[in-house]
Structures are given as C-alpha cells and as structure tokens.
T-cell receptor, first 117, second 107 residues
Framework: GAVVSQHPSRVICKSGTSVKIECRSL??????MFWYRQFPKQSLMLMAT?????????EQGVEKDKFLINHASLTLSTLTVTSAHPEDSSFYIC?????????????FGQGTRLTVV | RKEVEQDPGPFNVPEGATVAFNCTYS??????FFWYRQDCRKEPKLLMS???SGNEDGRFTAQLNRASQYISLLIRDSKLSDSATYLC????????FGAGTTVTVRA
C-alpha cells in the first residue's frame, strides 16, 4: 500500500506552547488529507479535511484557530496545535487518499502521541 | 444516532474459533465501506474493503446488508495475531469510524 509518514511520533510539550505535526504522502499525491484525534478507548474522530491549496474544512466543535492546518503541497499537510493544554493530550493521526478518488481507501500516518504537561 | 455503531466487545475466543461481529450505519445512501484493524497505540491499517456481494480474503469474510444497514466481519480459524481492535469505516468521502470491536484470541 501507499506510504504516509507522520512526524513526530511522540511529543511532550509544556502547557501554552505550540506543537506542529507533519503528514507526508511519500509515494503518491494526496489532494485531500484528513486529520483525526483519538482519545483512549474511543474511536477516531475527524477533526478536519485538508485540501491542497485551500482552507481546511473543520468538523463541528473543532476550533480552527486552535488547530491550524496547512496543506501547501500535494504531499504535505501540517497540523499545529496552538497554545496547547493538558486536555489536548491525545493521539493525532493523519490520513491521505490518492488523487481525487473519493471511494478508495485512505492510508494512515503512524500517528503522533501528544502529551501536554 | 451515531453515524457508525459497533459492538465494542470484547470478544475473547480460543485459537481456531470463529468470531463474527457487526457494524450499523445511519446513512442509507452510503456506498463504500471498509474494515480496518488497529493494534494498541498504533495507526489503523486497512484489512479489507466490503463489497455489495460480500467478499472473502483468506480467513476473513465481509458482508454488507443494505436493507438493514449493517456490515459484518467474520474471522475463521482465529490466530493469536488476530487480537486487535477492528474498526468499521463508512466512506462518504470523509471516513467515519466506529468505536471499534476488540477481539482477543487466547492460546
């Protein structure tokens, strides 16, 4: 399958600081990338859909000013958690699809485990 | 009603057993479905797509029942390595995940 690389895999930061997470599609162009968050023993919750060259579409209840998403190229999307607080501690995962196909499976990055202390 | 609902389990089965579980979805217009597998603290990985006519991949069989709006996954001859959380995914352009069904296969 296609490869999606997410970095860093684990990060610990102090409350009030910002953290940037990168998601790269290594062997295909991803017009659309998705950002998910998963709390322990819960399902993946979609945070936002990121389209290359345009503003991200955020799900209801997700603060766009707190979770900044940039999709500057067909192979890279970034999620920045601004002014992080302990309640933002979670597992963040990105996924990407090939091109414009809406019915194909998505490939996932390895995830980033964020701990805010 | 949640978009995707799964029996959380856990299903605790001996090696060699057959285990099956369902997932219901709320959008009757949904066309595309997947089963993903997620190991503890790891990212989800695609297990198999679910086709209208049902499909099989080795020991895994997926079925779709549009009338009742559910999909199912059956695992035959369970292996220890099948222990994981299985995520039902409805693909309405954005992927909607169920909370997962935990399966533990014991020796």
């Amino acid at each position: 399958g296609a490869v999606v690389s997410q970095h860093p895999s684990r990060v610990i930061c102090k409350s009030g600081t910002s953290v940037k997470i990168e998601c790269r599609s290594l062997d295909f162009q991803a017009t659309t990338m998705f950002w998910y968050r998963q709390f322990p023993k819960q399902s993946l919750m979609l945070m936002a859909t990121s389209n290359e060259g345009s503003k991200a579409t955020y799900e209801q209840g997700v603060e766009k000013d707190k979770f900044l998403i940039n999709h500057a190229s067909l192979t890279l999307s970034t999620l920045t958690v601004t002014s992080a607080h302990p309640e933002d501690s979670s597992f963040y995962i990105c996924s990407a699809r090939h091109g414009q196909q809406g019915w194909t499976e998505a490939f996932f990055g390895q995830g980033t485990r964020l701990t805010v202390v | 009603r949640k978009e995707v609902e799964q029996d959380p389990g856990p299903f605790n089965v001996p090696e060699g057993a057959t285990v099956a579980f369902n997932c219901t979805y709320s959008n009757s217009a949904s066309q595309s479905f997947f089963w993903y597998r997620q190991d503890c603290r790891k990212e989800p990985k695609l297990l198999m797509s679910v086709y209208s006519s049902g499909n099989e991949d080795g020991r895994f069989t997926a079925q779709l029942n549009r009338a009742s709006q559910y999909i199912s996954l059956l695992i035959r001859d369970s292996k220890l390595s099948d222990s994981a959380t299985y995520l039902c995914v409805v693909n309405d352009y954005k992927l909607s995940f169920g909370a997962g069904t935990t399966v533990t296969v014991r020796a």
